[in-house]
C-alpha cells in the first residue's frame, strides 16, 4: 500500500543529475512527497508542516555526494531530523522521590492503559526489584477493576482490593495509604478512560491529581491513532500537565505518525512502548526504528528481535556450527522454514520489510503465500533421511517419487534444490569469511535482542544490515547506492544472497545464517 | 422506509440528492433461499461443503482490491455489497414465534421475507442521536469550519486555496488520497471562479455522502431460521464488548431474544465484562474460562442459543491486530467451527473501528474482511474530537454497510449510521440542518 519514501523520492528526483548540492527547487519536490509519506503516516498536519520546514532548511543547498541520489540525501536530512524531533533514546520511567512514588496512568478508551499498567507493574518488579501496587480508578466500564485484579492475579502484582461504590477520588487516596502503610515503593494508578473533551471526567482527572500528586503521569494512546493525537496529546497535557507517554500497539503494521505529532505538540518524551498482548511486552522507545517506520522503510530491527524470540537458540547454535563447517543440508532448510512459519509468516515478515510493501502484493497475485512454505515441507518430508542430509544423490527416479509423495512436480523440487544449493554456497562463504568476528557477533546476538551488528552475516564486508541512515559516513551511503542500482534491492540490503529474486532478501537472520529461505523463485522485481 | 422526521425541510442547504438514507435499496439476498427449508432435527453436524471458506473469501477480495485501487468510479456508483449466494442446509431452527417489531429508527430490520408490514407506527422523533453526534462531531468540525469558512470566504479557487482545502480533509482522517479526490471535485468546473464557504461546504457534504450513503444501511436480520449468528470482531481496545452491550439492549428492547458468547478467552475480565452487560440486557452468556478454545465456546454457544429458541446469537472475540497471522488463523477458526452448525453463519461478521484511528483503519478492513468476510462495520468513540473520516475512504473502497456508530459510553449510545448527518456534521452544516431536525 505504501511506497517506501526513498523509493518514491527516488522516481522524482531520479531526472536530475544529482551534482552538487540540492537546489530550492530539487528540496520543494522532495518536501511534497515527504509531505505525503509524513500524512500517510498518520503524522498530524500541523506537525507535518513544521517539520517540512525545518527539513526545507537544512536541505537546501546541503552538499550531494558523488554517486549518492538527491533523493538519498534528503532521506537521509529527514530521518535524521526525525529521530531529533522524537527525541533521545533511554528516559525511563522516573522513580526519584519519596516512596511510594505515585504513577497516573490516563488515556482515552481502549487506548491500552489498564494492559500498560499491568505491564509497568510487572517490569519495575522484575527489572527493578520494586513493591508495586495497583489500583484502578475505573469505575465506569463494567469489570475494569476486575481486569486489572486478574492482571496483578497473572503478575503477581498486588492490587488494591476492591471496593464497591467508592469514587475514583476515594480509591486513589486510599490507594495512597495502602502503599504507604504496605511499605510499597510504587503505587500505580489505573484511571478511567476519558475523551479529552468529556469535561466532567477531565475535572475528576485533574482532581485525582490533586490528591495523590503523582509524580509521573503517563499518557497511553494508541500508536495507530491518526490526526486527532495532537489534540489529545494537547488537552490531556494541558489539563493535568502529562510528564511522559506510553505508545502501545506498536507491533500492530501501523506506520506510527502519532508518536511524532504528540511528540511534538507536547514536547514530553516517549518513555515506553507496549509490543505485544503478554505481560513483558514493554520495550523501551528507539526513536530510530520509529522514524524508520514513518518513512516506510519497515522497521528491521523488530524482525530481528522476532526473530530472534521465535529461533530456537540451541538450534541456532547448531546451524551457526554446521554453517561453519559449511554444511547446510535439507533438515536445516526445512527448520528454517519452520521458523519462519512460526514468525507469522511471509506476510508477517514482509509488512516488516523495508520495500516490501509492492512485492507483497507481486507476490500475492503471483499465488506466492504460506502455502508454498507448506509445500516445500511436504518436499522435503517426502525425503528419505539420506536424501535429506545429501541432496546430491535425488535423480531422476528419486524425484518422481518425492513429487508423488508431496503432491508437487519435479519443476517445484528442482527449484527448492536449487534455492537450497544457492543457500548452501552463501553459507559456505560465509563460513569463511566469518570465522573470526561474524560467527561470534552472530552467536553473541542470539543469547540476548540481536542488535544491528549480527545482522551483517549475509552481507559482504560486514557493514551494518539496515543501514542507520544517522551513523552512516559518506562512503556507506555510497556504496548503498551502488549496491541498490546493481540489485534493484529493497535499500540497505545490497547482494542478497540468490535464489531469492531481485528485490534483496531478508537479511541474515541471527545465526540461522544469511538470507532466510523459503522465498525460493521469487519473481525477481520488474524493473 | 424513511425517517419522518428526516424527510422534508433540508432542500435549501442540500442539493438534489438521493434523501433516502435508511431506505437505499436492502441488498438483495439470493432470492428467498430455495434450501434453507429449516429441518426437524436440530443439531447434527452437516458436512461442511466448503471447509476453505476463507480462501474462497480471500481470493474475492484480492480482485476487489485490485479495482478499486486505480480506480475512482466509486465516487459516482453505489454498488450494493457482495452477499453470498448459495444457501446450503443448516441446523438453525425455524422461528416458532411471531416476530417482534422493530421501529424505524432503530438502526437494525428484519429481513423482508421476515418482516411484517407494519410501519404505520412513526417512530417517536426522539433525536438524541442527531444531536449527540452533531455537537460532538460539531466539536471537531467547529475547527474544520472554521478553516474552510476562512479560506473561502470570497476568493478565487486556485491551487493553494485547493491545497489549504486538502489539508484541511487531511486533518479529519480522510487520507490523502481520499482528500485529493474531493479536492478535484471541488476544482472542477470551479477553478479560478470566486467561491463562497457555505458552497464549499455544500459540495464537501455532498461528496461524503455520494460516498457513504450507499453503506449507510441498516443491519439485516433473518429471523426465519434461529439463531441469527452475529460475529463481532476487531482490533483492541475499538469497543467490540462495548458495542455487543449496547447492541444487545437494542434487540431485547425491541424484544429480539439475545445470547451472548464471550469470546474474548484472553484479555482479562472480559468475560465478567459481558457477563455484566448480559445481567443489564437479561440475556444469558455462554462463556469459558480464560485461556479456552474461542472456536469451541462459539460452537457450544450455537447450542445454546438454539436451546434458549434465541433470535440473536452474538459472539465477541478477543481484540487481535490485523497482521498477527496467529490469531488471524484462530479468527478463522471460529468462523470454521460455527459453519459446522449453520453453513450460513455468522450471518453478520461486524467489525468494530475506533474513530481515533489513522490510516491503518483501512489496513485493519482489508484484513479482517479477507479472513473473517466482514460485512458490516461499527464506528466507535465518535463521542471525541476524533471526527472518523477515513471512513469515508473505507466506504468508497469497501462498500461495506456501517450500521451503527458508537457515541458514548452509556447503554443507549449506539446509534445507526446516517450518511447524511455524518457528512454534514464533518462538513459543518449544522445550525441549518438542526432546526430542520428539530421540526
Redesign the interface.
Known amino acids: ?1 505504501f511506497d517506501s519514501l526513498q523509493d518514491r523520492l527516488g522516481s522524482i528526483l531520479n531526472g536530475l543529475t544529482g551534482r552538487g548540492a540540492l537546489s530550492e527547487k530539487d528540496v520543494s519536490a522532495a518536501l511534497r512527497e515527504v509531505r ?1 509519506a509524513l ?4 503524522v ?2 500541523e506537525v507535518v508542516r513544521e517539520f517540512t520546514e525545518r527539513v526545507r532548511a537544512k536541505a537546501v543547498g546541503a552538499e550531494v555526494l558523488k554517486s549518492i541520489k538527491p533523493g538519498q540525501m534528503v532521506v537521509k536530512i529527514v530521518h535524521d531530523e526525525l529521530i531529533e524531533t522524537l527525541g533521545s533514546e533511554g528516559v525511563s520511567i522516573d522513580l526519584n522521590a519519596p516512596a511510594p512514588v505515585t504513577l497516573m496512568m490516563v488515556g ?5 492503559k489498564t ?1 500498560t499498567t ?1 505491564k509497568i507493574a510487572k517490569r519495575l518488579k522484575d527489572k527493578q526489584r520494586k513493591k508495586v501496587l495497583m489500583a484502578s480508578l475505573d469505575t ?5 477493576q ?6 496483578g492475579e ?1 503478575t503477581q502484582v498486588d492490587t488494591l482490593p476492591i471496593i464497591a461504590g467508592q469514587g475514583p477520588v476515594e480509591i486513589a487516596v486510599r490507594a495512597e495509604q495502602a502503599a504507604r502503610l504496605g511499605g510499597y515503593d510504587v503505587v500505580i494508578l489505573d484511571t478511567a478512560g476519558r ?4 469535561e466532567p471526567l477531565m475535572v475528576e482527572m485533574a482532581n485525582i491529581k490533586v490528591r495523590t500528586k503523582p509524580h509521573e503521569i503517563l499518557l497511553v494512546a ?1 500508536s ?6 495532537v ?2 496529546a494537547r488537552s490531556f497535557d494541558e489539563r493535568v500537565g502529562v510528564t511522559g507517554i506510553v505508545l ?2 506498536v ?5 506510527g ?2 508518536a511524532l505529532s504528540m511528540r511534538a505538540v507536547t514536547g514530553k518524551p516517549i518513555k515506553l512502548i507496549g509490543v505485544g ?1 503478554k505481560m513483558d511486552a514493554l520495550e523501551d522507545f528507539h526513536p530510530s526504528r520509529i522514524a524508520d517506520r514513518i518513512l516506510g522503510m519497515g522497521d528491521i530491527v523488530s524482525l530481528v528481535e522476532k526473530a530472534a524470540e521465535n529461533i530456537d537458540a540451541e538450534k541456532a547454535a547448531a546451524m551457526a556450527k554446521k554453517m561453519q563447517a559449511g554444511k547446510f543440508d535439507l533438515n536445516d532448510l526445512a527448520d528454517q522454514i519452520r521458523q519462519m512459519q512460526t514468525m ?2 511471509m ?2 515478515m514482509m ?1 516488516l520489510m523495508p520495500g516490501m510493501g509492492k512485492m507483497k502484493d507481486q507476490m ?2 503471483a499465488g506466492l503465500d ?1 502455502k508454498m512454505l507448506k509445500r516445500q515441507l511436504a518436499i522435503i518430508g517426502s525425503m528419505t533421511p539420506k536424501e535429506r542430509s545429501q541432496p546430491d544423490i535425488l535423480k531422476h527416479s528419486r524425484k518422481k517419487r518425492i513429487a508423488a509423495g508431496s503432491g508437487t512436480n519435479s519443476a517445484e523440487i528442482n527449484k527448492l534444490l536449487k534455492m537450497h544449493r544457492q543457500m548452501a554456497d552463501l553459507m559456505k562463504t560465509m563460513g569463511k569469511k566469518g570465522k573470526g568476528g561474524m560467527m561470534k557477533q552472530m552467536m553473541g546476538g542470539l543469547a540476548g535482542k540481536m542488535g544491528m551488528g549480527g545482522l551483517g552475516g549475509g552481507m559482504p564486508g560486514g557493514m551494518g544490515g539496515m543501514p542507520d541512515l544517522s551513523k552512516m559516513d559518506p562512503k556507506q551511503i555510497e556504496a548503498m547506492a551502488k549496491a541498490m542500482q546493481q540489485g534493484g534491492g529493497a535499500p540497505g540490503m545490497p547482494n542478497m544472497p540468490p535464489g531469492i529474486g531481485g528485490p534483496g532478501g531478508l537479511p541474515g537472520l541471527p545465526g540461522s545464517g544469511g538470507g532466510v529461505p523459503g522465498l525460493p523463485g521469487l519473481p525477481g522485481k520488474k524493473k | 422506509m424513511t425517517d419522518a422526521p428526516e424527510e422534508t425541510p433540508r432542500a435549501e442547504e442540500t442539493p438534489p440528492v438521493s434523501t433516502d438514507e435508511t431506505g437505499s435499496p436492502a441488498p438483495v439476498k439470493s432470492a428467498g433461499h430455495p434450501t434453507s427449508v429449516p429441518e426437524a432435527g436440530e443439531h447434527h453436524p452437516q458436512p461442511v461443503e466448503s471447509p476453505d471458506e476463507p480462501e474462497f473469501l480471500r481470493s474475492d477480495a484480492v480482485e476487489d482490491d485490485q479495482a478499486d485501487d486505480s480506480d475512482f468510479s466509486w465516487l459516482d456508483s453505489d454498488l450494493p455489497p457482495d452477499e453470498d449466494e448459495d444457501a446450503p442446509r443448516s441446523s438453525a431452527v425455524a422461528r416458532d414465534r411471531p416476530l417482534p417489531e422493530v421501529s424505524d429508527d432503530a438502526g437494525f430490520r428484519l429481513r423482508e421475507e421476515a418482516r411484517r408490514e407494519d410501519q404505520s407506527v412513526a417512530a417517536a422523533p426522539k433525536l438524541p442521536w442527531l444531536q449527540r453526534l452533531r455537537e460532538a462531531l460539531g466539536r471537531s468540525s467547529s475547527n474544520l469550519t472554521g478553516s474552510i469558512t476562512s479560506i473561502f470566504t470570497k476568493r478565487r479557487l486556485d491551487d493553494d486555496v485547493l491545497q489549504d482545502f486538502e489539508d484541511v480533509l487531511i486533518q479529519a482522517d480522510l487520507g490523502v488520497e481520499t482528500a485529493m479526490r474531493i479536492t478535484d471535485r471541488l476544482s472542477e468546473g470551479r477553478y479560478g471562479k470566486e467561491i463562497s464557504g457555505s458552497e464549499v461546504k455544500r459540495v464537501l457534504a455532498e461528496e461524503i455522502e455520494k460516498t457513504l450513503d450507499p453503506v449507510a444501511q441498516p443491519l439485516e436480520l433473518d429471523l426465519d431460521k434461529v439463531p441469527h449468528v452475529i460475529l463481532v470482531v476487531g482490533v483492541n481496545g475499538t469497543g467490540k464488548t462495548t458495542t455487543i452491550g449496547k447492541l444487545a439492549a437494542k434487540l431485547t428492547r425491541a424484544g429480539i431474544s439475545v445470547t451472548l458468547a464471550a469470546g474474548d478467552t484472553f484479555r482479562a475480565a472480559a468475560v465478567e465484562q459481558l457477563k455484566i452487560w448480559g445481567e443489564r440486557t437479561n440475556s444469558e452468556v455462554v462463556a469459558r474460562q480464560i485461556g479456552a478454545d474461542a472456536a469451541g465456546l462459539a460452537f457450544d454457544a450455537y447450542d445454546v442459543a438454539v436451546k434458549n429458541k434465541s433470535d440473536v446469537l452474538i459472539i465477541d472475540t478477543a481484540g487481535r491486530l490485523q497482521n498477527k497471522a496467529e490469531l488471524m488463523a484462530e479468527l478463522e477458526k471460529i468462523i470454521r467451527v460455527l459453519q459446522k452448525r449453520d453453513p450460513d453463519s455468522p450471518h453478520t461478521v461486524l467489525q468494530t473501528l475506533d474513530a481515533t484511528t489513522g490510516q491503518n483503519a483501512m489496513n485493519q478492513v482489508d484484513i479482517f474482511r479477507n479472513v473473517a468476510g466482514v460485512n458490516g462495520l461499527v464506528m466507535t468513540k465518535l463521542d471525541g474530537t476524533a471526527r472518523g473520516g477515513i471512513l469515508v475512504a473505507i466506504g468508497s473502497k469497501h462498500k461495506l454497510p456501517v450500521y451503527f456508530v458508537g457515541v458514548g459510553e452509556g447503554i443507549d449510545d449506539l446509534e445507526p449510521f446516517k450518511a447524511k448527518d455524518f457528512a454534514n456534521a464533518i462538513a459543518g452544516i449544522e445550525a441549518e440542518r438542526q432546526g430542520a431536525a428539530a421540526s
Open positions: 500500500m505525503r500524512l500517510e503516516a498518520d498530524a498536519l482515552l478508551q481502549g487506548s491500552g494492559t499491568g465506569r466500564r463494567p469489570a475494569a476486575e481486569q486489572l485484579k486478574v492482571l497473572q475523551t479529552h473533551i468529556d494508541d495507530l491513532t491518526g490526526q486527532d493525537a489534540n489529545l502501545t500497539r507491533d500492530g503494521d501501523g506506520r505518525g502519532a498482548e507469522g509468516g506476510g508477517g509488512g500475492a497475485s504460506d
